[in-house]
């Protein structure tokens, strides 16, 4: 299957990879990238246009893009993965380093890391929501806990409506979990640049730190100002950073 995706602009080409309460749309306010690259955005499954997996189906989220890429036949291309979208961006440059020019991660999670007090306590919260029947209470939710304060009621209606249609995506299908990839951050020597935001959980800014002191030449930035999702939160100074970043290396 080839993931709904969006291909916008011209130049070299850029993977947007989403995040885990979101779907492609969240790359709509960073439409300025189009003017320098050629923007890729996919629906990873169960999200968005992306149907879940059949039931008894073997697949991967990082190599769903990289078949991607192969679908549109891009050889190379820099990739910027927020939050679980980060996390697949580091599979899809694990399994394929000679593919990928650049990485940047927007507070990005990270496979096999253990969830602090504060994630545990919302995720029990959501459990809760949704366990009841409450689906547009644990969208809401989502809205509020992942965007930091400076995001607008435009970005929180975005949040709310993209989370309410993964949340009708998932519960409508059986869940088929993907196939885990064994990232190896010693592998990834291509330029890479990690973001996290003060008004984020704990455990992202851990994420960041730890893959900081792992990724070889990685560069780590503290936003001040940003929770979990600063596209969301400031997108024309992301549009403004993620420019100059994925112009070098």
């Known amino acids: 299957m080839i993931l709904n995706h969006t291909v916008t602009g011209s130049g070299a080409p850029v993977v947007l990879i989403h995040s885990g309460v979101t779907d492609l749309r969240m790359w709509e306010p960073l439409a300025g990238l189009a003017e320098h690259f050629t ?57 394929a380093p000679e593919r990928v020019r650049r990485l940047v991660l927007l507070c990005s999670a990270l496979a096999g890391t253990d969830p602090t007090e504060s994630v545990k306590a919302y995720g029990a919260k959501e459990e809760g929501l949704l366990e009841a029947g409450d689906v547009d ?41 993907p196939t885990e990839v064994d990232v190896d951050l010693s592998r990834l020597t291509m330029p890479t640049t990690i973001y996290f935001g003060a008004h984020d959980f704990d455990y992202f800014e851990q994420i960041a730190r730890h893959l900081h002191e792992h990724i070889p030449g990685s560069e780590l930035v503290g936003l001040p100002w940003a929770g979990h999702m600063p596209a969301l939160e400031r997108p024309a100074e992301m549009t403004t950073r993620l420019t100059e970043a994925l112009s070098t290396g």
């Open 137 to 177: 209470g644990a969208s809401r939710l989502n809205a509020e806990t992942w965007l930091g304060p400076e995001a607008d009621k435009a970005a929180h209606d975005l949040v709310f409506d993209m989370q309410r249609r993964a949340f009708e995506v998932q519960m409508a299908a059986e869940e088929v979990e």
């Open 39 to 95: 923007l890729v955005a996919p629906d990873l499954r169960g999200f968005g246009q992306s149907p879940v997996p059949e039931a008894d189906e073997t697949w991967s989220n990082g190599r769903d893009v990289l078949a991607l890429m192969d679908h549109l036949e891009i050889e190379t291309a820099a990739v910027v993965g927020s939050s679980y979208g980060g996390r697949v961006a580091l599979e899809v440059a694990t399994l």
